[in-house]
């Protein structure tokens, strides 16, 4: 029942901006944790960001992309946002967002995916 579509994909320079949004419909996203993953070509998927549901909103992020992406959930508009800043060119990927019932970096723990939005960053 459950349903989501990413949006706000693009090309970018380095050192731009970014805002991914995950809508859900079907269900209220209240409950779930969401999870940002990405895969670039010829490389595995990775998780990226996941903010907790039931009303924790605990926060995590991969390595890779601490202190320049941040994630946060506006449940009232069943919407969660990954903000991507001073992005890299190795930050192009597709970009899909998925709902469970907690946070985890392996994405067969989550229920549900959305479609992906692919981000290019090239100068």
């Known amino acids: 029942q459950l349903q989501l579509v990413e949006s706000g994909g693009g090309l970018v320079q380095p050192g731009g901006s970014l805002r991914l949004s995950c809508v859900a419909s079907g269900y209220t996203l209240y409950y779930y944790a969401i999870g940002w993953f990405r895969q670039a070509p010829g490389k595995e998927r990775e998780g990226v960001s996941c903010i907790s549901g039931r009303g924790s909103s605990s926060t995590s992020y991969a390595d890779s992309v601490k202190g320049r992406f941040t994630i946060s959930r506006d449940n009232a508009k069943n919407t969660v946002y990954l903000q991507m800043n001073n992005l890299k060119p190795e930050d192009t990927a597709i970009y899909s967002c998925?709902?469970?019932?907690?946070?985890?970096?392996?994405?067969?723990?989550?229920?549900?995916w959305g479609q992906g939005t692919q981000v290019t960053v090239s100068s």
């Open positions: 998925a709902a469970g019932w907690a946070c985890s970096s392996s994405g067969p723990d989550y229920d549900r």
